[in-house]
């Protein structure tokens, strides 16, 4: 009996350390699973403005305090899509493709920035992250099946459509209220004009969050600093001059797709020279007319432009680069333009008479 009792308490003590055990690796592998996540959203965040690194993506994030409902509604769209990752079982290498974060992302903080928070905004801030997540896993899949280019943010462009005009048949959804020192501090009007645009490309029109972005943009690449000044400054020219008058030019919020066209083409996907500059600028101008034909052409549904002349514009030039096989086109994009540049001349020195590396090493795929 006692022999009995002793074997008995023995199981009972290796069952409950065995389930301590258990317990304590789920706890691990939910913290390392949720330091990933936060790693990868950050660093989502970061590509948006073409830029690289998980700091530079929690900084953005954290400059988006100054409006946290926005912030909220944006964090809620990316969470919805990792579930809904989760549940169909998608390969978690979805976690380093930039693009299937932040356009759940741009989704939610659209959400934040039309409504103010409630259980039926949050409700369509979960359904506009995981329907741009879909989308942009197909879409990244034709466009780089079909015709090598990157998906960019079209997705979210067409779920943010989506979302203005389901809201007209939503009447439980109250319509947000920007802070009025988001819009002027005292500044000069087109620098004001700049740095609104700037913290618009997240949905926070706010002169500080722009400031956050002009600063780590001058600090990741001087380059991708004065390509989004210039590029302000010369789209802003072309439609005060077509338009007849520079009054409104510098509220017009459609001006984000001359910044997003300028870092696209002059510093990251071509490589930076005198050409390349040329060519943002034509995108530029291109971006300002198309802008302008959209929002006539939408004006009836009162859709707003959004990114899509830059997504347009940027795939277009892409592809027919790609057709012509021009020289500047980076194969390596890096995380400035100055490093792609070095990256791509040593490449090119190193492999002279080859169009790029042809054999690679047969691990880390």
């Not at 949720?34 to 900084?59: K, N, S």
């Not at 741009?106 to 409630?118: C, D, E, I, R, T």
């Not at 067409?158 to 988001?182: D, E, I």
């Amino acid at each position: 009996m006692l022999y009995q009792s002793a074997l008995g308490r023995l199981k009972l003590t290796t069952l409950n350390n065995q389930k301590q055990t258990t317990q304590g690796w789920t706890t691990m592998q939910w913290l390392r699973t949720l330091r990933h996540l936060v790693r990868a959203v950050c660093a989502a965040t970061a590509e948006i403005l073409f830029l690289r690194g998980v700091g530079v993506g929690a900084l953005l994030l954290s400059a988006m305090l100054l409006q946290p409902s926005v912030m909220v509604m944006g964090l809620v769209g990316v969470l919805a899509a990792v579930a809904f990752a989760r549940v169909t079982q998608v390969d978690v290498m979805y976690l380093e493709r930039g693009p299937l974060l932040f356009n759940p992302l741009l989704a939610g903080l659209s959400v934040g920035y039309l409504f103010q928070p409630s259980v039926a905004s949050l409700f369509l801030a979960a359904t506009a992250g995981i329907l741009a997540f879909v989308l942009t896993w197909t879409l990244s899949h034709v466009l780089y099946t079909f015709f090598l280019l990157p998906v960019l943010s079209l997705p979210f462009v067409v779920v943010s459509w989506s979302v203005h005009l389901a809201a007209f048949r939503f009447a439980g959804l109250q319509h947000a209220v920007v802070p009025a020192y988001a819009y002027s501090i005292g500044l000069p009007v087109p620098l004001e004009g700049f740095l609104r645009t700037l913290g618009l490309i997240f949905f926070l029109p706010n002169v500080w969050v722009g400031m956050v972005v002009a600063l780590l943009l001058l600090l990741n690449s001087r380059i991708q600093f004065l390509l989004a000044v210039f590029s302000y400054a010369f789209g802003s020219f072309i439609q005060g001059i077509l338009t007849g008058t520079f009054a409104y030019v510098y509220y017009d919020p459609a001006a984000l797709n001359f910044i997003l066209v300028a870092l696209a083409l002059g510093g990251y996907y071509l490589l930076p020279s005198p050409q390349s500059y040329m060519l943002a600028a034509l995108g530029v101008a291109l971006a300002a007319l198309l802008g302008q034909a959209v929002s006539v052409f939408w004006a009836a549904v009162a859709l707003p432009v959004h990114a899509l002349p830059y997504n347009l514009v940027t795939l277009l030039l892409l592809y027919l680069l790609g057709l012509v096989g021009h020289q500047l086109l980076a194969r390596y994009p890096q995380s400035s333009p100055e490093k792609t540049l070095d990256y791509e001349l040593t490449a090119r020195r190193r492999f002279q008479g080859s169009s790029g590396r042809l054999l690679a090493l047969p691990f880390g795929r």
